[in-house]
């Protein structure tokens, strides 16, 4: 039995349909539903159980896992509740690895590209605890997923018990199917998909810094099929310990992703460029691009689609159609 916390959410929920889709049917999802859609990101899925949050430590006592996939968290990057975060992000994923160790269940977790910040030390999975405290994230959410990744970093590098494979994944700018229940946290290519369809005007933000044209900000985005791709080489035969970038590799910019957009629905592209807020001005990303080395190095060698390549399969396949779910 294999377990995806956050499997309703769209991470996990694209994590589970993979399962499925390789012929793994005994899969458990722990999430919470709420009362919103995104139980839709389950209704072509095959589960044999859905664990609310809460009921997660008692319902796991006693069982026999195959492996932990755990996806879930509360990825807000404006959240302020200091003790809802440290609770929902780190000690969940602390008591998580605690029994994980002792059962001796393979952990595979959900870190964050936002544990690097604003990107001053760069964006090296070095998992030295030496170089991990020299990263600054710039919110909570990146705090609480940088001190779990010290939590891993630090047993690893102290040699104590961990899990047979526990391995952290730093996601990047990630785009996909199953997002759409996220409203304004989804991916750019989700939230304006429909404006593109009608031919409508696309505003992005001015640059504010020098050596950047408007819309010229660069980021690493990524194509959720190819993080679950990575999950599952984990699953089978990839590296028993370690935090490991997932991005493309490449930095590409926010005009490249909607002119990527406008090409995939059939239209001209129309950009406008509109004056960044004042409240995030001072600490917005202009560049962020998975370091891959240790990745490639570990024995992952598949190729990454292109945002091009990447924007066309999530357009084509899901948001142009009337059931736009995996």
Request: charged share 25%.
């Amino acid at each position: 039995m294999i377990l995806v916390t956050g499997g309703a959410g769209f991470i996990g929920s694209n994590v589970v349909a993979s399962l499925n889709h390789v012929g793994e049917r005994d899969v458990v999802v722990c999430d919470d539903l709420g009362t919103g859609n995104k139980w839709r990101n389950l209704q072509k899925a095959l589960v044999q159980d859905i664990v609310p949050i809460k009921e997660l430590h008692g319902w796991i006592e006693g069982r026999t896992l195959q492996t932990v996939v755990h996806m879930g968290a509360n990825s807000s990057t404006t959240a302020s509740d200091g003790d809802g975060i440290m609770e929902e992000n780190f000690r969940f994923s602390l008591r998580l690895l605690e029994w994980c160790t002792m059962k001796r269940v393979p952990f595979i977790y959900a870190s964050s590209a936002a544990t690097y910040g604003a990107g001053e030390a760069g964006f090296v999975d070095d998992i030295s605890v030496a170089a991990l405290r020299q990263l600054r994230p710039l919110n909570l959410y990146g705090w609480s997923k940088h001190l779990f990744d010290l939590v891993v970093a630090d047993k690893i590098e102290r040699k104590l018990p961990l899990p047979p494979v526990c391995v952290g994944l730093k996601f990047f700018n990630v785009y996909g199917p199953n997002e759409l229940h996220k409203g304004s946290m989804m991916s750019l290519v989700s939230k304006l998909h429909d404006r593109a369809a009608a031919g409508e005007k696309i505003a992005l933000f001015k640059s504010h810094k020098e050596g950047y044209a408007d819309g010229e900000q660069l980021r690493d985005f990524v194509h959720v099929d190819d993080l679950v791709d990575v999950i599952r080489w984990l699953m089978k035969s990839g590296p028993r310990a370690g935090i490991f970038n997932v991005g493309t590799g490449e930095a590409r910019s926010f005009k490249d992703l909607i002119q990527a957009l406008f090409t995939a629905v059939g239209r001209t592209p129309d950009i406008e460029y509109v004056d960044m807020p004042d409240a995030i001005r001072d600490r917005y990303q202009y560049y962020t691009q998975a370091d891959l080395n240790r990745l490639r190095a570990a024995g992952y060698n598949q190729p990454f689609l292109s945002v091009e390549q990447g924007v066309d399969r999530l357009v084509s396949q899901y948001l142009s159609k009337p059931d736009p779910y995996r």
